[in-house]
C-alpha cells in the first residue's frame, strides 16, 4: 500500500508500507515490484532508480560478506568533495553470520541507451530497522542467498557502483544506520546496490510440547472435584 506523506518544496517524499517493512523514499527513487531481470537494459528508466523488496526476514544459509556498514560516505574523492561528512574510501567489510535473519532491498538504475553525459539521480531511502550492511560490487555470493526469486541479475562485471570515477557514484549511511542516501551518475552500464537490514527471525512454535509437572496440589485439588461431583449424582 502506497500513501502520499508529505509534499515538500524540496520534493515529493512517499511512505511505503508493506507486509515486509515500512520505508520512506525520497527524490530519485520509485518502489517496484521484483522485476524479470536487472540485466543491463533489462529495466530501465530515465529519471528515477528503482527498489525492490527482494528477500524478507530470510535465515542466511551461509556466512555472507559486505562492502560497507559503518556510517559514512562511500565513493570516490572528488564525487563526494561536497560533503560534510567524511569519506569512507576504503569498504568498512563485514560478515554476516549464517544463521542471522536478515531482509534484503536492491537498488537499480539504468537508463534506456548509452548518453553522452551520464544521468545524475539521488535521493534517500529510510528504513524501519537498522543496516546491517550494502554490498556495491560482488553482488555473486550474495544473489543465491538473498536475491528475489524469479528475477535475473547480471552476471558481468563492472555493473555495481564505480567508486573511482570523480564524476560517478556515491552513497551515505547515516549515523544512526536507518538512512542510505545516494547519487549515482547512470550512463552506459547500471548502478546497483544490495541493501541488507535487520530481519526477524521466525517464531518456531512447538507442536508437541512436554506437559508441565503435575503437582501435589493439583492432584488434590482434582481428586476434591471429582469427590464432589460424585456426592452430586448420587
Not at 525492490?52 to 556466512?63: G, I, M, P, Q, R
Not at 537499480?108 to 541507451?113: E, K, L, V
Not at 471429582?226 to 452430586?232: N, Q, V, Y
Request: glycine share 8%; proline share 5%.
Amino acid at each position: 500500500m502506497k500513501s502520499i506523506i508529505a509534499t515538500l518544496a524540496a520534493g515529493t517524499v512517499f511512505s511505503i508500507v508493506s507486509s515486509a517493512s515500512a520505508l520512506t523514499l525520497s527524490g530519485d527513487v520509485n518502489m517496484i515490484h521484483a522485476p524479470a531481470s536487472v540485466k543491463e537494459n533489462a529495466r530501465t528508466n530515465n529519471r528515477k532508480a528503482l527498489l525492490f523488496t527482494e528477500s524478507v526476514n530470510t535465515v542466511l544459509a551461509s556466512d555472507l560478506t559486505v562492502e560497507a556498514y559503518l556510517p559514512g560516505a562511500y565513493g570516490s574523492t572528488s564525487a563526494t568533495a561536497g560533503l560534510k561528512k567524511p569519506l569512507n574510501t576504503v569498504a568498512s567489510t563485514r560478515t554476516i553470520a549464517a544463521g542471522r535473519a536478515v531482509t534484503s532491498y536492491f537498488l537499480h538504475a539504468d537508463t534506456n541507451g548509452d548518453a553522452e553525459s551520464p544521468t545524475i539521480m539521488s535521493g534517500s531511502i529510510t528504513f524501519n530497522d537498522k543496516i546491517l550492511g550494502v554490498i556495491f560490487g560482488n553482488f555473486a555470493a550474495s544473489d543465491a542467498l538473498v536475491g528475489a526469486p524469479g528475477t535475473a541479475y547480471e552476471t558481468a562485471t563492472g555493473h555495481g557502483l564505480d567508486m573511482t570515477d570523480p564524476n560517478a557514484d556515491y552513497f551515505r549511511i547515516s549515523n544512526d544506520r536507518m538512512r542510505i542516501d545516494f547519487r549515482f551518475a547512470v550512463g552506459g552500464i547500471t548502478d546497483q546496490i544490495r541493501i541488507l537490514i535487520n530481519g526477524q527471525a521466525p517464531l518456531v512454535v512447538e507442536e508437541n510440547p512436554i506437559p508441565e509437572p503435575v503437582t501435589p496440589t493439583l492432584v488434590a485439588m482434582g481428586l476434591g472435584g471429582l469427590a464432589l461431583r460424585r456426592r452430586h449424582t448420587a
